[in-house]
Nanobody
């Protein structure tokens, strides 16, 4: 059974930083790309970032490019999202997801397992 467990969310002031972690179990972690999505109150879930199974390839939503960095440690079965220069509009529940394959995708339909989410609140 695949499990994805996010951690690292919290309350931070605008301009601050947070690092989210997602610990994976139940499948061969280094065989699959991973992604982060977020859902703000009253809005649809949106893509944030994705990383290929090797970690060589990454892709980001335009809204976070230059501020967020996705990375992974295949030895620890963990994917990270470093978030810098946070803005109030980054406030959302952040979800980790495991891709069906090895390459990066921005569409939620490419992912087959999801975590429960971790809440990030950025105050102005």
């Amino acid at each position: 059974q695949v499990q994805l467990v996010e951690s690292g969310g919290g309350l931070v002031q605008a301009g601050g930083s947070l690092r989210l972690s997602c610990a994976a179990s139940g499948r061969t972690f280094n065989s699959y790309a991973m992604g982060w999505f977020r859902q703000a109150p009253g809005k649809e879930r949106e893509f944030v970032a994705a990383i290929s199974r090797s970690g060589v390839y990454t892709t980001y939503a335009d809204s976070v490019k230059g501020r967020f960095t996705i990375s992974r440690d295949n030895a620890k079965n963990t994917v990270y999202l470093q978030m810098n220069s946070l803005k109030p509009e980054d406030t959302a529940v952040y979800y980790c997801a495991s891709d069906k394959g090895s390459f990066v995708h921005s569409s939620a339909s490419a992912y087959d397992y999801w975590g429960q989410g971790t809440r990030v609140t950025v105050s102005s």
